[in-house]
């Protein structure tokens, strides 16, 4: 890994703390403002997103600390909307984990699709998509798969069928997916 401008361990910590602090910040802002937080706190999550698109593109792989970093950061983020009566409950945080990680464990599978740092970007996006409601799961699932179906397309074509780097398909659908659901309702 020489040649990097970022050695893994700072961006892991960069991740993790633009994360949890966004969270954070979030999480005490609720109090005042919901709508405006809520977009504040989903930009510290697509910042955290580019930082490991950016990653992947140069190192073929995805921190697992950083991984944990960005679903760990939703998990704060809805528990704030939950003390500060955004959102009723948990659960549609806890079903975007369960939902987008068994699609992501299942796609993971063959050996020619995504990798296992793939598969866990994907169950940390289902977290951060949960605190949109359960009526943004489907949309963004769908948005991110469809960006990630014409990546594969385009980047095998391009690479004579070789693996394809997934983190920037997985931050570019989960984003587009989040602004489609914030459009339309």
């Known amino acids: 890994m020489t040649g990097l401008a970022v050695a893994p361990s700072r961006l892991t910590a960069a991740a ?5 602090g ?3 910040a979030g999480v005490a802002l609720l109090q005042v ?7 504040a706190v989903l930009t510290g999550c697509v910042a955290a997103l580019a930082a490991l698109a950016g990653w992947d593109v140069r ?9 944990a970093a960005v679903a760990a950061a939703g998990f704060a983020g809805a528990v704030g909307l939950v003390l500060a009566g955004q959102i009723p409950s948990m659960w549609p945080a806890l079903g975007g984990l369960v939902g987008f990680g068994l699609v992501g464990f299942l796609e993971a ?3 020619d699709a995504l990798g296992g740092g793939d598969a866990k970007l994907i169950a940390a996006v289902g977290v951060w998509t949960g605190l949109l409601g359960w009526g943004a799961l489907l949309p963004t699932l769908l948005c991110l798969h469809l ?5 594969l397309a385009v980047g095998r074509g391009r690479n004579g069928g070789r693996r394809v780097v997934m983190g920037p398909a997985i931050a570019v659908g989960a984003v587009v997916g989040w602004l489609a659901v914030a459009l339309l309702t």
Do not use: Q, Y
């Open 147 to 151: 960006v990630m179906l014409v990546t």
């Open 16 to 20: 993790a703390l633009g994360c949890l």
């Open 33 to 39: 403002v919901s709508p405006t937080v809520l977009a």
């Open 109 to 111: 599978l063959p050996a």
């Open 59 to 67: 190192t073929h792989r995805l921190p697992n600390a950083a991984t």
């Open 22 to 24: 966004t969270a954070a």
